[in-house]
């Protein structure tokens, strides 16, 4: 018995850890305010792909990520779009 009720309680756990993964919101540091990234909102989004931010379809780290990257991609992606923050303070947050 007590194992059945030590494997549902794990089981919950890594399951809640599994859509804890999905709702990710990264925070990148910056000096004039960290940007909020809410990655699960990007992901759903149907124009968007992986390849858009990382450097495969499998993800994982962002190569050329910083200010000069991320002011392209980003911002040139919100403009483009005519959606999402443009202005500084919308993404800098202190």
Known sequence: ?????????LSLFCAGFAFAADETVVVL???????????????????????????????????????DWAHTTC???HTDKGKGPTKCNECHKK
């Open 1 to 9: 018995m007590r194992r059945a009720i030590a494997a549902a309680v």
């Open 29 to 67: 540091p910056a000096k004039n305010g960290n940007v909020t990234f809410p990655h699960k909102q990007h992901k759903d989004m149907p124009e968007m792909k992986c390849t858009n931010c990382h450097e495969t379809d499998k993800g994982g780290k962002i190569a050329a990520l910083g200010k």
């Open 75 to 77: 911002k040139g992606c």
